[in-house]
């Protein structure tokens, strides 16, 4: 892991060096980690989201978000791509496994409670994630999905704190989370 992390430091450093005609733009990486950073040896992999569903267990939801958030982290990736907020209503979707439920209670339930687990407590210092969902002036809104009637649900608090800046990543830098 070490080489990859000096490689992303390097394209880091790049992507920020002041000289004439390049304007800095921090580069970002992303991953896909929606039940743990598989690309890591050694990283936890987690069941998928229908049998984490199943437990019906919130509390382990967010242990599973902080674990995946660390592992992650600490391969050097600033985004992770996740949670996964589908709210499966058909068994023979291909990718029905994908949705934590088919209820979108338990599924609203268990965003909010991954979403602190990949980026903390909202507000709180943390070296952990920014969620983005949709703007709405000052204030960041939680994605939605939608339940059996196609009501927009609400899928959980996004947690990001006004004012801050997401893009710029330093030492104790937060890992962003796509929802």
Known sequence: MAPWIE??????????EQREGHVPIPVMFGIDAVH?????????IF??????????????IQRVGAATA?????????????PTLAVPQNDGWGRAYEGYSEDPGLVRRYAGEMVRGL??????????????GRRTGARETAPRCRDRA??????????????????????????????
């Open 7 to 16: 490689t992303a430091r390097a394209y880091r450093a790049v992507s920020l």
């Open 36 to 44: 743990g950073n598989n690309n890591v040896i050694g990283a936890v």
């Open 119 to 132: 980026q903390g407590e909202p507000g709180a210092a943390s070296p952990l994630p920014i969620a983005r």
């Open 150 to 179: 196609g009501r927009a649900a609400r899928a959980g608090p996004a947690g990001h704190p006004a004012g801050s800046d997401p893009v710029p990543r330093a030492p104790g830098a937060r890992l962003r989370v796509g929802l």
């Open 70 to 82: 660390a592992e992650t982290a600490a391969a050097g990736f600033d985004w992770a791509f996740g």
């Open 47 to 60: 069941p998928h989201n229908i049998g984490l569903g199943a437990a019906n267990d919130p509390a382990l």
